[in-house]
T-cell receptor, first 116, second 113 residues
């Protein structure tokens, strides 16, 4: 596709349930990032993939959060036992090679997760 | 710790006028990129302008320009000839030499017709 695609656009789930959020990066982009944006805040880093491997997962808040990118393209962010505090917009971005800003990161439109 | 601070939660400007959004940051890195992103209601972050810290010349992209003061760790965005389509949240950000972007809390820009 032409841009980064995230599905679903919106997700409402009950507290304690499991959710998966999907990100389709721009074709050929090796670097993929997940961010979380709480209401009224800037995005906060969660995890960075270079190819299939998680090169930096220091932003994952706890072990309920996990992300995979098995074939180096599509990534899935998985949240177990959701809590109301997990409610936020989850943004995905990809860039051609990564490189600390050398190549532009393109963002998707995010998934708005609401835990009720 | 590396931080980005945007002290203006909201700004407004008359259509066709000029507005400046402020950003300060803190880092011990000497070489890094700085960005301004625009986030409209669609939620998608759109890169507005990028500055390399080792370049003294301020970046310019059409109606958008920056005032980069490295010693003061200041990176403000100037929007000239403001248009209705410029209305959005604006975020200042930097990866500070690594892969993860650190964002400010944003400034909501309103354009008054």
């Amino acid at each position: 596709g032409a841009g980064v695609s995230q599905t679903p656009s919106n997700k409402v789930t009950e507290k304690g349930k499991y959710v998966e959020l999907r990100c389709d990066p721009i074709s050929g982009h090796t670097a993929l990032y997940w961010y979380r944006q709480s209401l009224g805040q800037g995005p906060e880093f969660l995890i960075y993939f270079q190819g299939t491997g998680a090169a930096d997962d220091s932003g994952l808040p706890n072990d309920r959060f996990f992300a995979v990118r098995p074939e180096g393209s599509v990534s899935t962010l998985k949240i177990q036992r959701t809590e109301r505090g997990d409610s936020a917009v989850y943004l995905c971005a990809s860039s051609f090679t990564g490189g600390a800003g050398v190549t532009e990161a393109f963002f998707g439109q995010g998934t708005r997760l609401t835990v009720v | 710790a590396q931080t980005v601070t945007q002290s203006q939660p909201e700004m407004s400007v008359q259509e066709a006028e000029t507005v400046t959004l402020s950003c300060t940051y803190d880092t011990s890195e000497s070489d890094y990129y700085l960005f301004w992103y625009k986030q409209p209601p669609s939620r998608q972050m759109i890169l507005v302008i990028r500055q390399e810290a080792y370049k003294q010349q301020n970046a310019t992209e059409n109606r958008f320009s920056v005032n980069f003061q490295k010693a003061a760790k200041s990176f403000s965005l100037k929007i000239s000839d403001s248009q209705l389509g410029d209305a959005a949240m604006y975020f200042c950000a930097s990866p500070f030499g690594n892969e993860k972007l650190t964002f400010g809390t944003g400034t909501r820009l309103t354009i008054i017709p």
